[in-house]
């Protein structure tokens, strides 16, 4: 046997998520059909993290299992020519069969992208979220330093628990401002169900003075999901990568082309 890890992004926008499902269109389906012909069989894909519907990835990762030996140029060959143009596979290699793109990740990194003020861009209405307000990101960057390091953080997650546990760890976190747009960044070692966007929601309510600074921190405290601000809309979230272990920055940084 054989696997293959690939590296993939996508625009979210007409994807219903990356985990198939019946009558929807989602990221893995067309990827597993894109790769079918040249199998003889469709394989399972596993991505590294399941996105909602309408999220985007720049660095997704995935890896497939074979029993065909293929050279990396040719699969990248066959979902050039097979795949829709809002998702392409821009990386392929061959990995130990022990390798697995959930289990060996080292931390992940989303962005969340805001649009803010009076002036709307339609061109980038898909992939952020628009705020009338203009966002004071001094406050924000205060607020994020109340979530480094390790915290139970189900203040952050949708209808928990999801996992067995809703500890995690936040490795870096950072809010810049692009042009006209917000960038917030969060890098962890793992997420919980919608935990950046309620991070970004809540985030939002600081950056618009409509709570303090503090208010972060004492909703981790507080672990409760209620105190948290909305979950915002999925728009305007990125993965931006996925890290492993004894990986070459600069292949990850690829990802942010």
């Not at 919608?194 to 507080?222: C, D, H, Q, Y």
């Amino acid at each position: 046997m054989h696997k293959y890890k690939l590296s993939i992004s996508y625009d979210g926008t007409d994807f219903h998520g990356w985990q198939s499902q019946p009558d929807h269109r989602t990221v893995q389906d067309q990827l597993e059909t894109a790769i079918t012909k040249l199998l003889g069989h469709r394989p399972h894909m596993v991505g590294s993290g399941r996105t909602d519907a309408g999220v985007h990835a720049l660095g997704q990762v995935a890896h497939f299992q074979t029993s065909l030996k293929l050279l990396p140029e040719v699969v990248l060959k066959v979902f050039r020519f097979n795949l829709p143009d809002d998702v392409v596979v821009w990386d392929c290699v061959e990995v130990p069969l022990s390798f697995h793109a959930i289990k060996d990740a080292v931390s992940k990194r989303y962005r969340y992208v805001i649009q803010d003020g009076d002036i709307r861009n339609p061109f980038t209405r898909n992939h952020c979220t628009r705020v009338r307000t203009v966002l004071d990101i001094e406050l924000m960057r205060k607020a994020l330093k109340a979530i480094l390091g390790t915290h139970d953080f189900r203040c952050f997650e949708t209808n928990w628990p999801n996992r067995t546990s809703s500890v995690r760890t936040i490795i870096d976190v950072a809010v810049e401002r692009v042009n006209n747009l917000v960038h917030i960044e969060v890098e962890a070692d793992g997420f919980l169900y919608n935990m950046v966007r309620a991070i970004a929601g809540t985030l939002i309510r600081i950056g618009r003075k409509f709570w303090p600074v503090n208010a972060m921190e004492e909703i981790v405290i507080s672990m409760d999901r209620n105190k948290a601000g909305p979950t915002a809309p999925a728009t305007g979230l990125f993965l931006l990568y996925v890290k492993y272990p004894e990986q070459n920055l600069e292949t990850v940084s690829q990802s942010l082309i």
